[in-house]
């Protein structure tokens, strides 16, 4: 897939004149997947990006051009797709990646050719950590983010003994390893996990009712996408939702597709670092313009998108003109987004943000994620990342 | 972990309830073959459309016009196939139709997310199947029960179909030897067109079955096909009596070793598939000997 | 038995002389496509061997290649060894994997033999997904590319390491037909045609078929091997059976059975999916629907159709040459 879409966006208001006079030909490559498993994460993302770029395109003073590659989420092809983008289409930054697979994969490519990669979804701690890079930067999430301080909350709610289940890879490891962490530290028990074939399982109930029988409190899972779906419904259909609460990584009921989990998701407390339905101005002007323009609610996929745009166009805005200097600017973003007070921290490149508690509900228009709790933003440990400092 | 007799039943009944699922899927695969002598790897895209047709109908008109409106578009969809493709394709042995098949697949699987996106689809199960049943004192959701109830049920009626009436009988002919069946008069084409048919219809009943339960994915049927090749391959080719002891092989090998050795879990059912082959090179209950 | 005719040689001149001159001429990702190229085409030469040779449609072929970039790339990447050492070992792991899954399945025919293959296949890549050593999913990464500034070749510049494949392709073709031509592939052509007769002559058959089922897994994992250098990065969907059910069509699309026309369909279905994909994502679609017409049209494949319209227009002439011949005798 080869649209080259141009959105010429030039510095028009007199306002701006303090910024550099001359506007620059910037080229953004967005590698994401458009076929296989993650279309859908890949459709949002993009156009949570075009949405951040249209909106925010303007204080960057140049004429921004978009490049898009289909990674089909397959490693290789991913790689093949980032050296095109890099020699070939000679991009100056490029933008998203959903599969850490692929994020591993292109990893030194772009950390030797010292091209900026704004990650828009890949989750893998090591991204951020022992195999950080000043070119990558994260505007997305990572597995331990998201899961740490849900140990610590789920405990000081009075759950003792919980049990865990996930997908038998690395993000599902990774996730629920953080989980596990944050609540054996604060006091709490795992009573026992169980790791499921990833993509290959039909049937939880083996699992489920091995949970059952373990006597937990609370089950925590990490699922996404399909699996997440079965998970919920055949949760449900046990009718174990009653006797022990499920909890989980946000992605469990993502509002990219819970209205497919149906009532089964009613009641699931999970952790995320955005829903639709956190109180700011920036977040009610992102929803209305989202969903103007696509007709439906934006995931949290699509917020990667809009504020990986946002981050470009703010290293711009601040003078960045070529790979080098992008890649320096990301380093230094912050902003107030849809996401609250979202920040790179320049020890390892990864986003600063908070952490949203919120609990899947009936609304008036389906289901909606009510806000239980907001847990304060935390740098990721640096994780055996040891980069030179932004200069 | 306490592991008691209702731990212990509740994994029988989720190995049953994973054999019948398969088996409504494996038992159109292998009578095709058995009659037609090839594999038609489009059977798990089949699966995947009936899914879809019945999550778009049960949106509008409920679960049960949707359970009812699967098997007749993907019976239709077949009865297409058959008369453009497969049809002209019968002379040409088995390798161009799996090759056909093949071709499907990709094919079936752009269709579906143009037709019907790429997010995932969802449906609820009818209030009536909704809730749970005690069973030796432990708590099962219905509609598992349902699916295990309707699994066995399609099983008998297709024994007694097959062992008692005369289309039955003109089947195993036709499965024993097509040339020598045609020369006795059945009109062994039609017998083809029959059989493929419901066996596409049976596959658009399973999807519908499994939308409930599972999501509804453009990759549902990519999913779905290994899993019901082992079944065939492991029961035998051709033969009702294959389906159902594959089906029930996979299940509970799957569901136990799900529950005992999580860790082998995923090698466990290939190396059965495996060892059943080298040791029986046509299957456990091929339908010729 | 293997034959080159004058139609065979004529189409393996212009491949080389177009792959050459792509090579040559071609910009950076004109180069990668090239390099796919040439090392599906390596794949699908050993496919070709077995299936179209020896009745043994393989569904475990990806996963050979899978073998030998993983090992390649473990012994490399992560044991410290030589490349070129590596790449001796790996391809003779996943020729020794080959030979042993080729002795088991030896008994198997048809669909049976195809799972069989299927199910090897699967158990290797639920190993390399699961296993830690291997990198789980994440997959290993830093496979060095082999050194050759001894000679003053840079294998790191995308041309280089293109005309290094399409050498190492060179190299496959000419092992395969020498395979074939061989005491051991003329067995394994009098098996396909009539296993009991090979066997009442006194042939162990299945020493037969396994033997040319670990030389094919050999050229199998020289691709492997390819692929890991040329991505500098092995991860577990190389061993998917959907990349033995790819490298499975490009044969019949080619044409089996022809060593040439693998070859012709390799070039077609890598050129097809980057054309179309650059239209549209559904690109799927259109090769499943290339695909059908392909099989419809009753030729055994692209090549197989040429093949069969050149020697119904020659017909008459090769009759007349016949008889020559029987003069001359």
Sequence with gaps: ?????????????????????????????????????????????????????????????????????????????????????????????????????????????????????????????????????????????????????????????????????????????????????????????????????????QDFGPYLAKAKASGA?????????????????????????????????????????????GPAAEGVIAALHYVPTIDNAENAAFVEAFTAANGRLPSEYAVHGYDAARALTQALAAGATDRETIAQALRGVSFDGPRGATSID??????????????????EAGLTQKVLATLPAEADPAGGCAMAPAG | MSQDLGFWAVQTLNALQLSMLLFLLSIGLTVIFGLMHFVNLAHGSLYAFGAYVAASVASVAGFWAGFIAAPIAVAVLGLVLYVTLIKRMRRSGP???????????????????IIWGDLALGIEVPAILSGRVSVLGVEYPAYRLFIIA?????????????????????????????????????????????????????????????????????????QILIPTLIVIVIGGLGSLKGAIAGSLIYGFVQTFGAALAPQLSSILIYALLAAVLVTRPTGLFPAKG | MFRHTPLRYATLAVLAAGMFAAAMTAEYFGLEILTEIAILAILVLALDMVAGFGGMVSLCHGALMGVG????AVLAA??????????????????????????????????????????????????????AALGGDDGVSGIPRLDLSAIGIDLNDGQSFALFCLLALAAAYGAAVIILRSGLGRSLTGIMHNEQRMRAVGLVTWRVKADVFGLSGMIAGLAGVLAAQHIMFVSPGLLAWTVSGEALVVVILGG??????????????????????????????????????VVMSRANGVFGWIEARVARWQAPRVISSRKEQVKNA
Excluded at chain 2, 183 to 202: K, S
Excluded at chain 3, 256 to 267: E, I, Y
Aim: glycine share 10%; proline share 4%; net charge negative.
């Design chain 1, 1 to 201: 897939m080869k649209h080259t879409i141009t959105t010429a966006i030039f510095a028009a208001t007199a306002s701006l004149a303090t910024l550099p006079a001359l506007a620059e030909d910037i080229t953004v490559g967005l590698l994401l997947p458009y076929s296989g498993v993650y279309a859908a994460l890949g459709n949002d993302i993009e156009a949570g990006f075009r949405l951040g770029i249209e909106r925010y395109g303007d204080q960057a003073g140049d004429s921004i051009q978009i490049v898009t590659e289909d990674s089909e989420a397959k490693p290789p092809v991913g790689l093949a797709k980032t050296r095109k983008l890099v020699l070939q289409d000679k991009v100056d930054v490029i933008a998203g990646v959903v599969s850490s697979g692929v994020l591993g994969a292109v990893r030194d490519m772009v950390d030797g050719s010292k091209v900026p990669l704004i990650v828009a979804n890949a989750g893998n701690d090591e991204a951020t950590g022992a195999q950080c890079s000043p070119y990558i930067t994260r505007m997305s999430f990572s597995n331990q983010q998201v899961n740490r301080p849900m140990g610590k909350w789920m405990h000081d709610q009075g759950i003792q003994k919980v049990f865990t289940i996930a997908p038998d890879y690395a993000a599902g490891q990774q996730m629920i390893g953080a989980f596990v962490d944050g609540f054996t530290a604060a006091g709490g028990e795992i009573v026992g996990q169980e790791w499921t074939p990833f993509q290959k399982t």
């Design chain 3, 69 to 72: 970039a993983y090992a390649y």
């Design chain 1, 346 to 363: 320049p020890a390892t490149n990864n986003i600063v943000q908070p952490i949203y508690v919120y609990e899947t509900v009936r609304g």
């Design chain 3, 78 to 131: 992560k044991a410290g060894l030589a490349p070129p050492v590596a790449m001796a070992a790996a391809i003779a792991i996943s020729g020794a994997c080959s030979w042993v899954i080729g002795a088991i399945c030896a008994r198997s025919h048809g669909i049976y033999f195809i799972m069989a293959t299927l199910a090897f296949g699967q158990m290797a890549y639920s190993y390399a997904f699961d296993s």
């Design chain 2, 150 to 222: 309707l699994g066995a049920a399609i099983y008998a009626g297709l024994a007694s179909v097959l062992a008692r009436t005369q289309i039955g009988a003109m089947i195993r002919a036709g499965v024993d030897n097509d040339a020598m069946a045609s020369c006795l008069g059945i009109n062994v084409e039609r017998l083809f067109f029959l059989v493929f048919c419901m066996g596409c219809a049976l596959a658009g009943l399973a999807g519908a079955v499994a939308a409930p339960l599972l999501s509804v994915t453009p990759d549902m049927g990519l």
């Design chain 2, 95 to 113: 390798m161009p139709q799996v090759l056909i098949t093949f071709g499907l697949i990709f094919a079936l699987l752009d269709l579906t997310r």
């Design chain 3, 256 to 293: 089996l059975g022809t060593l040439v026309g693998p070859l012709v369909g390799a070039v077609l279905f890598v050129l097809l999916k980057h054309e179309i994909s650059n239209v549209t994502p559904y690109w799927h679609l259109v090769v499943g629907v290339i695909l059908v017409a």
């Design chain 1, 217 to 261: 409190d609370a089950v925590y899972v990490f699922y996404a996408g399909g699996e997440a779906i079965s998970f919920v419904k055949q949760y449900d259909s046990f009718g174990m939702k009653a006797d022990i609460p499920l909890y989980g990584a946000g992605f469990l009921t993502s509002s990219l597709y819970v209205e497919a989990e």
